[in-house]
């Protein structure tokens, strides 16, 4: 199996007026052509950073700062300014034109709030026509029309309302249509931040259903950012956990769940409820994630972890292969 | 609710308004102290010249049947006669108001193209040395008091470059070419006939005064599209529409102004009455023959008649433009259309 997306040593900053917050410290990620990465970690850990700069559309005022992001290419992509070749290619010397040659067409991107993101101002069959005729210049509004009905058809949405407009679908009616939207284009790596927080679990469900038989169908390679464990858990081939903008542990699921290494992934662990055990009290982790201003030395963990050792304060720890197969970064473990 | 059944509530909710109006300055003037027709005259006026006088402006009958003539009177399109010379003041109004209207559309289309896309370019290079510019540019020209600026404009422009007149709305000795009446708008009506010569004279006199109202209003579309725009485009659909690779152009304009623009059509509406304020000032600096001018003169005479006519008639013009502009509001919402 190639690599599809390679993210290396990324940095993201944002300079507020407070100062400078570091939301991603030096994330590396590997995610496999055809599998599903689960990005988790609290509210807040950079998760949906990383997300956003994979598109590099990073909310202002962050800023990528160094790293690279490798995309493989399984076909050349024409832009106006220089095509793209096939291949792979470092999204981070590629110029603005590029870039939006490659969002929607090979990266596709779906948001958290479907009440929230889609133009009101539009029918859901503009929002088809704009991102066809954006990546194809050549194609006629009826032709798009046609495809975006096809699309709705295929997601359980009845083709004649392509001339709705986005208050007249419910929450996970417009979760579909941008589902669809991300899909029309046949990109090769999708990435969905929370797509189902905003939805009740009967919705939930059936979304998460649908895109596992969609990335079937398509071939995708999917990103899912989520800090529900549990939908993780089914969905997921592999698992990063982040925090506090560095990635902790990143493993296959299995192995995350079955032998997880790092204290922080045990605990959250521990964290998640069993409704086979009703019995058992909720646990939490004591303390509270660091305030991204605040300059912690060493492990970003230290202050809440149990086993903090003198090494934890002083010297940041890096992604070493662990013994589950995967990595992660602890003074606990050596390299094996 | 149907757009239908929205226009017609919005209509009949006009009419008490511009009921409540003309009572309002009705009342106004029959407040003021000062007998109108006393004041008319100079002092040891002969009491039946007087007399006279008062009936034949209908002041001599009752405060009541005074209020019934008025109002049958306007719903007849009859604003009454003027003090001066007994003249229908309908005549002055319907003579000048074209040219203010001119003035008015002119000023409209500076303050709004100018004001949405300095702010647009402000709220995308928010926090930048263009934003700084554009947001002190917008407050030193609201701030600029008309006539001064106009004067100024007057000073460069005219005296000094020598490139345009310092006022009026032609030039007098190329009555030639004056443009035919059709609506009244110079500029129109010379293209309309295929008056060249008239429409490029008509222009020149239109660009100071219009330049001039123009930039005092667009500092208020400067800041309301600034502010609005500033918060669509933090909206997730403007970022998702970013994240499917639409151009910048479509994501700037065909998401994120799109959805900022119903603020800016309101205070389109809003700024209509302000609009009507400057145009009296900016007429009166540039001596342009609108209604303006006709408002102060009759003030400079006392004309009670005709300054009620006018105010009323502004009045009027003002809810108007109100009722179709929140038509046009509820037209472009998708969400109120239904």
Known sequence: ?????????????????????????????????????????????????????????????????????????????????????????????????????????????????????????????????????????????????????????????????????????????????????????????????EPTTSLDVIVEAQILEQMAELKDKFNLTMILITHNLGVLAQTADDIAIIYAGRIMEHASTDALFGNPQHPYTKALLEAVPDVSKPEKKLTWIPGAPPDLMDFIPGCMYNPRCPHAMDICRTTVPTLIKSKSGGKVACWLYEEE | MSLRSYIVSRVLLTIPMIMLLLTLVFIILRIVPGDPALLHFEKNVDPEVLAQFRAQLGLDKSIPEQYWDYLTGIFRGDFGLSMQDFAPITDHLVGRFPATVELALYSMLIAVGLGVFLGVKSSKKYDSNTDQGIRLFGIVTYAIPVFFLGMIFQFIFSIWLDWLPTGQRFDPRMGAYMPERITGLYTIDSLLTGNLVGFVTSLRYLILPSLTLGLILCGVFIRLTRTNMLETLRQDFVVAAEARGLSERTVTYGYALKNAFLPILTMIGLQFAILLAGAILTETTFNWPGLGTYLVGRIDHRDYTAIQGTVVFFGILVSLVSLFVDILYAYFDPRIRL
């Open chain 1, 1 to 193: 199996m190639t690599d599809l997306l390679r993210i290396e040593n990324l940095v993201v900053e944002y300079a507020t007026r407070r100062g400078t917050a570091r939301a991603l410290d030096k994330a590396s990620i590997i995610l496999e052509e055809n599998k599903t990465l689960g990005l988790a970690g609290e509210s807040g850990c950079g998760k949906s950073t990383l997300g956003r700069a994979i598109m590099r559309l990073v909310p202002y005022p962050g800023k990528i700062i160094e790293g690279e992001i490798f995309l493989n290419l399984d076909q050349p992509v024409s832009v106006k300014t220089e095509d793209i070749p096939m291949g792979e290619v470092n999204l981070m010397n590629l110029d603005e034109d590029q870039m939006r040659a490659l969002r929607g067409r090979m990266i596709a991107y779906i948001f958290q709030d479907p009440m929230t993101s889609l133009n009101p101002m539009l029918t859901i069959g503009d929002h088809f026509i704009q991102i066809m005729q954006a990546h194809d210049p050549e194609i006629e509004d009826e032709a798009a029309l046609d495809r975006a009905k096809e699309i709705l058809d295929g997601l359980g949405i009845l083709p004649e309302r392509v001339t709705d407009y986005p208050h007249q679908f419910s929450g996970g009616m417009r979760q579909r249509v941008m589902i669809g939207l991300g899909l029309a284009l046949r990109p090769r790596l999708l990435i969905s931040d």
